[in-house]
């Protein structure tokens, strides 16, 4: 399984950004994706995962609606929707996909993307 994020940059506070994670390699591999990201000096945290089978999702308390995750099943892409941005949002945000359902737990995950920075400042 490969994973490739884009989409990161720097906003304003209260800005919007969408990253992307374009998955390919064994399907049954990332039937569970979801967006991880981890902030300067803190521990990677769960932000948002989806069951892509049936799109269900679940979100971190602190960003529940404000982010969202979604998929296109038809380019293999995950997103991430990200409004009303604050700094406490900086961060390298990472894509990660397993075969089983570990929700926001991150360190169950097996494959992972390289990362993209996202900066609120």
């Known amino acids: 399984v490969q994973l490739v994020e884009s989409g990161g940059g720097s906003v304003q506070p209260g800005g919007s950004l969408r990253l992307s994670c374009a998955a390919s390699?064994?399907?049954?591999?990332?039937?569970?994706m979801g967006w991880f990201r981890q902030a300067p000096g803190k521990e990677r945290e769960g932000v948002a995962a989806?069951?892509?089978?049936?799109?269900?999702?679940n979100y971190t308390d602190s960003v529940q609606g404000r982010f969202t995750i979604s998929q296109d099943n038809a380019r293999n892409t995950v997103y991430l929707q990200m409004n009303s941005l604050t700094p406490e949002d900086t961060a390298v945000y990472y894509c990660a996909a397993d075969e089983y359902n570990h929700g926001l737990a991150w360190r169950q995950y097996q494959h992972w993307g390289q990362g993209t920075q996202v900066t609120v400042s």
């Open positions: 989806i069951y892509t089978a049936f799109g269900t999702t």
């Open positions: 390699g064994y399907t049954g591999s990332r039937a569970y």
